[in-house]
Every structure is written in C-alpha cells, then in structure tokens.
C-alpha cells in the first residue's frame, strides 16, 4: 500500500514540474498574439475607435493588446508614451497623423520594422509625421512609403490628396483579389464615409497586392479610382496591409470591420476564423477623448 501511495506522489509531483516549472510549458501557454495600437491623429479619433477594435481582439479572438495615445491629447504631436512595448510587440497597428516624436520614441518604432515583424496602417498614417527641412529626422515624413508601400507624405511629388470633405467613397472588391483571406466575409461592394484618397499613379508601390477600390462620391473635383486597400511586403520581409480609409463612421459597417479584424489576422499569419458578428462601434466624427491627467 505505501509502495502505491509512494508511487502516487511521485507521479503529482512529476506531473507539477512538468506542467507548472517547465519553463517551455509556461511558454506555450503564453502564446496569444501581442498587439500594440500606436495611435495619434488630429482628426479621426483614433484614440476612441481602436481601443474598441483591441478590446474585441481581447474579448473574443484570443489576443492581447496594448493602445498608444498621444498625451496628453489627440493635438499634443511630440509624445506617445509607451512605444517601447513595440518591442515585444507581435504586431503594430498604426493610426497616425503629422506627429513630431522625439528621436528616442522614433528609434522604436525603426527596431520594429527593421525586425521584419507585421504592420497595418490606417488612414491618415500615409501623413504620419511632418517633421521640417533640415530635421534630423525628416527622413520619417515618408515613413508610409517604407511601411506601407503608400505615398511618402501628403501632396508632394505623389499629388497625395483627398476629394472633398463633402464626399464618401463606394468600394467594390477587386476581382482579381477576391479569394484574398483578408476579404472573407467582407460584401463585394460597400459605402463608407470617407473621402476618397487619392494615390496614384504612382502609388501603391508596384509590387502591392490591391485588394479594393474605391470611387468618389460627391467629389470636390474630377475624380479617379484609387485603391482604398492593399497588401505589400516591408523592406525588412515584414507583412503590410493599408487601408485609407478609417473614418470614425466607417468602423460601423461590419464589411470594413471584417477586413480589419481579417488584415490583422493575416499580417500575424494567423486564420481568421470565428467572426463573432458586428462589433458595436459608435465614435462620432469629431468626437474625442479628455485629455489625459498627470
């Protein structure tokens, strides 16, 4: 009998530091994605719309996540506190626009993509930085060009601009791409609030995968079809997707929140399986949040 007891407790105790001490075993429990959000626009809210896209993430897919503001407000450009998680980040997810970061938070966001690791980008992070001529870091104001594949900046040489703040956009999936993973589930044409970015000709870069197009609405101006969404590989071998639009309003149609929750699937080469149905997503145009206190 104390043979079998004896045996008994040696097979607990083997099973605990198998389970529980094993550093491999607490490893591999570990292994949800980390996401990390950096965000800092004047204009779209993004400091309201993606905390509300990494709690879905948290909630129902399996992931955990980080988001970034700018402090210690929407409008303050020269500090986002916090980039050095992007150091253990699985993912960074970018909503930008004309910041102006110190050089020792912009040397994370370079160890980033110099690791090969994913990125999405949103919008206005086409125009993420402006810094001025003769800046040590001018160099930044095209960081959507060795990011994303999208025009360096706004205006310039890309002729990057918009149609008309009057105008919205209807997008249509384009055919070619229409077994992408990152369009599953997402209706072969869509109406968003956005107004249209305009980024040809020269713009994606050429070895873009364009996924969809987007036509003017309303335009302010003679308009062309521009790609509104596409896919592209950083120079470091990172996956890249990018999207222009991100109108507060356009996170409430569920075939642009399919494409984000998918896009960011695809860029941590992970399946996007199990869609849990519309999220709710309700950040008025123009809204924003209190500036952070001391």
Not at 165 to 194: M, Q, Y
Request: net charge neutral.
């Amino acid at each position: 009998m104390r043979c079998i007891l004896n045996c008994f407790l040696f097979t607990i105790i083997t099973c605990f530091f198998m389970v529980c001490i094993n550093p491999a075993n607490a490893q591999s429990s570990n292994k949800k994605p980390y996401v990390v959000f950096v965000t800092g626009d004047h204009e779209y809210s993004s400091e309201l719309t993606m905390p509300l896209i990494a709690a879905e993430l948290e909630k129902n897919y399996g992931m955990r996540t980080r988001v970034l503001t700018s402090y210690p407000d929407h409008e303050a450009e020269k500090n986002i506190p916090g980039l050095e998680a992007l150091d253990s980040a699985d993912l960074a997810v970018f909503y930008l626009r004309w910041r102006l970061l110190p050089a020792e938070q912009v040397a994370h966001i370079e160890k980033y993509l110099q690791s090969g690791k994913p990125v999405v980008g949103f919008r206005t992070t086409t125009h993420s930085f402006h810094y001025p001529a003769g800046d040590p870091l001018e160099r930044w104001n095209a960081f959507a060009e060795f990011a994303f594949g999208a025009p360096p900046g706004w205006g310039g040489k890309a002729r990057h601009t918009h149609y008309g703040h009057e105008s919205a956009t209807d997008v249509t999936i384009i055919p070619a791409a229409a077994k992408n993973p990152i369009l599953k589930g997402v209706a072969s044409s869509f109406h968003v609030r956005s107004w249209l970015y305009r980024v040809l000709p020269d713009y994606p870069e050429k070895s873009a995968t364009w996924l969809l197009m987007g036509k003017s609405v309303n335009p302010d101006k003679e308009a062309i079809e521009n790609p509104v969404a596409w896919t592209w590989t950083t120079p470091a071998g990172g996956r890249s997707f990018m999207t222009t639009m991100g109108h507060p309003e356009d996170f409430q149609v569920e075939s642009f929140q399919r494409l984000v929750f998918n896009a960011i699937c695809w860029t941590l080469n992970k399946p996007s399986k199990g869609w849990k149905g519309k999220m709710d997503i309700n950040i008025p145009y123009g809204k924003h949040a209190a500036p952070a206190s001391e």
